[in-house]
């Protein structure tokens, strides 16, 4: 077929075609009203976990103290009229330094008026997710970084402030998959510390990057061992095993699911901290809670402002509550 030949086929086709070859432009899009927030956090996982007594709210301070009691054993009278011996339990505290943390998202009237959507609903649903995600992450950090310790010198009244990290006796390491071994062995360090084990009292943090491993685990999965069946769940999320009470903490993630924006439990390299510990071994304090305030921007031609605030803080308050599991990150 020749060049001319081809040409003229083309022609025809076009002179045949019925209806205009930019009909295209006639073509209708439909848009919606709608807009679809991606997966957020509907709670504190974490800080909501907390024994209520670890829980000061109301907080007009900067600093604020959680008071800690050791322990004592009783006497026992070998004299019936002989000397009563007093016992001097160890008082201490530990201190907070409250934090403010806010999240703001600004509405132009200019915007909205030209939409049909209307997105103040979103970005405060938004916003609220971003600070308890921002509070979970105060505890987390507060249970295995360094505590600030007071004491109060004797005669001076003043308070002396120091630094108290994690010993190295809580925490458990290697760059193997999480197994039983290391699970029990969390179990026992918190039971040799004299850690209640009331039913929700330990918690076991890990990420996603578990999920597996603990899946693959013979005694967390055989109905031999459990009757948790944690393969018809597709998670061991929120259940009770081993004498914890397993909470998944993923890490915040963009809208594309891949681009990290917080790591929440430590990450190095690929070897993620879990974090066992006990509901009481950790208090928070709280100066507001999450409040959300739409507000006029005269100074931003009468702008929209959504803004949450937040103040809080968390220490770590008894070091035997809490152990550092370090695991592979699948």
Not at 115 to 143: C, E, N
Not at 165 to 186: H, Q, V, Y
Request: proline fraction near 3%; charged fraction near 20%.
């Amino acid at each position: 077929m020749n060049l001319r030949t081809l040409w003229s086929q083309v022609v025809d086709a076009f002179t045949n075609e019925r209806g205009s070859i930019t009909v295209d432009q006639t073509w209708a899009y439909k848009f919606h009203d709608i807009i679809h927030t991606t997966f957020q956090q509907d709670e504190m996982l974490v800080a909501n976990k907390l024994d209520p007594r670890m829980v000061h709210r109301g907080i007009n301070a900067q600093i604020d103290h959680h008071e800690r009691l050791g322990n004592v054993i009783a006497n026992d009278v070998v004299t019936p009229f002989g000397q009563t011996v007093r016992l001097n339990p160890e008082h201490s505290r530990r201190a907070l330094t409250l934090q403010s943390s806010d999240a703001t998202v600004g509405i132009s009237d200019e915007n909205t008026l030209r939409s049909m959507v209307d997105p103040q609903s979103p970005y405060t649903y938004t916003i609220i997710a971003a600070l308890r995600r921002r509070s979970d992450k105060h505890v987390i950090d507060a249970l295995l970084g360094s505590a600030t310790t007071a004491a109060v010198g004797a005669g001076s009244g003043i308070i002396t402030y120091g630094s108290q990290a994690l010993p190295s006796g809580r925490k458990i390491g290697g760059a193997s998959a999480i197994d039983l071994a290391r699970i029990i062995n969390a179990n026992e360090l918190m039971s040799k510390a004299s850690v209640p084990s009331g039913s929700g009292q330990r918690i076991m943090l890990y990420s996603p990057g578990q999920l597996r491993d603990v899946m693959a685990i013979t005694q967390a999965s055989s109905s031999d061992f459990t009757k948790n069946q944690i393969h018809d769940r597709g998670t061991i999320n929120g259940i009770n095993w081993e004498g914890f009470s397993w909470l998944e903490i993923p890490d915040v993630v963009g809208a594309d699911a891949s681009t990290i924006l917080q790591r929440m439990l430590p990450l190095a390299s690929t070897t993620r901290s879990c974090i066992a510990f006990h509901n009481g071994s950790v208090g928070t304090s709280y100066g507001r809670e999450i409040t959300t305030t739409p507000s006029i921007r005269h100074d931003l031609n009468d702008s929209i402002q959504v803004r949450s605030v937040m103040m809080m803080a968390a220490v770590r308050v008894w070091e035997g509550g809490v152990v550092q599991v370090d695991c592979l990150e699948n």
